[in-house]
């Protein structure tokens, strides 16, 4: 798998891996079981609806396309294809200009296939310009097939949702990471323990992308992958740590969980980054019902009002005193 | 290459233009299909709207042809188009099974007795002596066959369709602007304001060099040009309204309405808003419903027999519902479906192999038990099944864990036996849930599955809610910021709404079932913008700048009812009081009062 995904020498050794792991075929694309087996079909029969991909990030929706496209065109990839992503211009203009002029182009493919454009990012486009796109995609589909990738399918207006076939994805499971990981460590040799690769699971949340740059990110700069060296190189705080606030906190110790907190926070972690971990904890953590649905709620809260600004430490710890009292509210007596 | 050089002087699209598709088809397949092909005029002769500033232009018409012959060169680098000799098997569902009569329209029959009379009237009385606008506005939701109707009527009624769109900017008109001086970059808006002009004035027989003047004609228009800012629309609304006031070609303009978008999104704003004023210029309107369940499924069937698809009832429905009364992508959706990953399977049409092994269908209904959750446009359906889950709240009967004796314990009254089924989030993410919309619903229908005594349940579940909804709404004000932030804030909301409502719910009703209804609240702010619009609209000030909230309290708290006191008897008078009625209707949220008449049954959510 990994061998048909890298291109031997090419890049050298900084090619980022995500772009040197990037399956080039469909079927070597993990997890999404259903929507790859589909996808699969078109690649090998041709005819391919207008398609939207719509999932979290790093979950293989762009590469899903890329790949999709490449086993259908070949070698008329380059003549055949339109890339557009956020980073182009994609205002009305581009839209109606370059899109309909490609739409227009000629170019000889085998039957069953057509001409492609590629619209990543798409709910990134303003709803005028994908109005401009919506009678384009009608009245060129004999000859050109549109399929679009995004993150929410609510944010492609409704009239381009109508044209297409909706295919969505998932989180990848951690399992189906670890998989994928395992092929990428066997292929660089790179050292590592077990728990160092579930920190990298633990820090991708279910984003592939997420878990191949810091499994890259941690081989280069310590050339070992262990828990420590992971949290480190990603920058988040060790979730270990977190973890034993939460525990303080049900078990009463009070001090000792802002104790925790003031470490973090000396070690230079922001309150977002803090709380952003603290949830991933909670929504984890065995914990009473009402405990955790309070506990969530205040941390909702928190974040929020770090959004409005204010960032303070002494939010944090307010917010710890809250648990607190509703951990006092629950007691039983 | 003699096609292309009428087009210069004709027509501003290339040869892939086409009035509908199927005239496409007939000109591939000539042997084939002849009952189709032969029953809309507008397939012999395909209209020809002249670009005017191409036909203006008729002194550039040598240097056009120079520019042109290098573009021709530039095209035989390129061969036949893939698509010109394509087999039926590689066209998209949507194209290939286009509705060809009235009885295969699939839009409810009231709504096409009433365009297809309209257009009746419009034909038959001579022109210039029929009472009223010849402009017909269908709106409606995205693919409920809005577009496939006037077709359909048009081909039935033997008239010659002629279509809008918006012009396209092709390789040699490029060319050609940039390598004639003479000729000046003119807007898409202009284009149209150029192309409405011409029709008001001249109609469409003058324009058409095969004189073809016997065959009716209609005007489609069904690529509004998009219009940039306010002061664009308000071109644009303008010259509509001129055109409904003034043209005497029947003409359709065909608006998609935006069902629960963003009310945020100025375009869906000023839809409304143009349809109300072709409104009131004299248009008539027909408002096309979300097509049934029963309508989409019977179509899905129909196509899966004609694709030698064998798909389960259970399967159709569920596309069929999934689709959101949107038979477009409920047929796009089919398609996608009825790819069978087994090789075996998969029969195109020209392979017609008419049975199937019985073993291998069942193998493929188990394999696709997850289609609803991963298809479909509707997402709300894919939610219904963890909203189920949510508000029927199964537990285990008894504390099967043994509980820890160090561990924490909650007193009695907030203690919650374990849950019967995966953790809330788990259930969330499988269901590509939304934060929003399930708190809507959840909101919505939870206070049927209380019990009827519990009101510290009510209290409990309405404050966690509240919570959620205000996570939501800093959630949306931070939307612009860095992606961690959604994730934190939406998922903090879904969790609260969700586990909120399964604590808060200590006393469930005894089992019932509930139909889950979709929130009131979206049928709500829709009517209240609607209202909104309306009122605006009724202002008689002509400085129309975004609507502010002061503004249309001032309107309705003072504006109107001096107005009503006064015995304000005016020409705009009329419009108030019927646009009065019509506000009240909608106030009253009796809309499923206008989908009863259909005779297919009711969508119960
Ligand atoms: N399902 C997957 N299988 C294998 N690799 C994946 C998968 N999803 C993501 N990746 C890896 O992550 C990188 C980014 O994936 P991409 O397809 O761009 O994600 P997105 O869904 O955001 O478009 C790819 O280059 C690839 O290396
Ligand atoms: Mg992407």
Known sequence: MASSSSSAAAGGYDMPWVEKYRPNKVSDIVGNEDAVSRLQVIARDGNMPNLILSGPPGTGKTTSILALAHELL??????AVLELNASDDRGIDVVRNKIKMFAQKKVTLPPGRHKIVILDEADSMTSGA?????????????????????????????????????????????????????????????????????????TADGDMRQALNNLQATYSGFRFVNQENVFKVCDQPHPLHVKNM???????????????????????????????????????????????????????????????GVGSYLQLCGLLAKFSVARETAKAT | MGKRDAIVLSSSDDDDYRPSPRSKRSYEKPKSKSSVTRTNPSRAKRPRIPNSRLAKQSSNVDEMRLAFRDFDEVLNGFKVSAGSRKSNTKELWVDKHRPCSLEELAVNKKKVEEVKSWF?????????????????VISGPAG??????????ASKLGAQLCEWNTPTPTIWQEHVHNSS?????????????????????????SSSLNGNSKSSIILVIDDLPVTNGRSAFERLQRCLVLL???????????ITDYGNEDSSDLTARWMEELQLSLESAGASKVAFNPITNNSIKRTLSRICKQELCNVAAEEIDLIAKASGGDIRHAITSLQLFCLKPNAELYLSSSNSTPSYPKENANELNTSSGGFSSQYGRDETLTLFHALGKFLHNKRETENVVASDQNAFQVGEKFSRLPFKMDSPEKILCQAHGQSRPITDFLHENVLDFLSDEAVDDAWTVASYLGDADLLLATFRRTLTRHSETENVLQSAAASVAVRGVLYGNFHPSPSRWHAIRKPKLWQIDHSSSHNQNELLRQRFTTDVGPPSLSEVSVIATEYRPVLKWVGYRKAGDVGILESEDDSVQRMSMDEDSEICEDDDDIEDW
Do not use: W
Not at chain 1, 159 to 169: K, N, T
């Open chain 2, 144 to 153: 409920v066959g809005k577009s496939a109707t006037v077709h359909v009527i």
């Open chain 2, 120 to 136: 009746e009237e419009r034909l038959r009385t001579p022109k210039g002596e029929t009472g009223g606008s010849s402009v017909l």
């Open chain 1, 246 to 308: 939460v525990r303080h906190v049900l078990e009463g110790k009070f001090d000792d969980a802002c104790l925790g907190l003031k470490q973090l926070y000396d070690l230079g972690y922001s309150p977002t980054d803090i709380i952003t971990t603290l949830f991933r904890i909670i929504k984890n953590y065995d914990m009473a019902e009402y405990l955790k649905l309070e506990f969530m709620k205040e941390t909702g809260f928190a974040h929020m009002r770090i959004c409005d």
């Open chain 2, 181 to 205: 001086a003479g000729m000046s970059y003119t807007s898409k808006l202009d284009e149209f304001e150029n192309f409405v002009e011409r029709v008001r004035n001249y109609g469409l027989i």
């Open chain 1, 74 to 79: 070949g070698p008329n990839y380059r003549e």
């Open chain 1, 130 to 202: 994908q109005q401009a796109l919506r009678r384009t995609m009608e009245i060129y589909s004999n000859s050109t097939r549109f399929a679009l990738a995004c993150n929410t399918s609510s944010k492609v207006i409704e009239p381009i949702q109508s044209r297409c076939a909706l295919v969505r994805f998932s989180r990848l499971s951690d399992q189906e990471i670890l998989g994928r990981l395992m092929v990428v460590v066997g292929a660089e040799k790179v050292p590592y323990v077990p728990e160092g690769l579930e920190a990298i699971i633990f």
């Open chain 2, 244 to 254: 409904a006031r003034s043209t005497r070609v029947p003409t359709a303009i065909l």
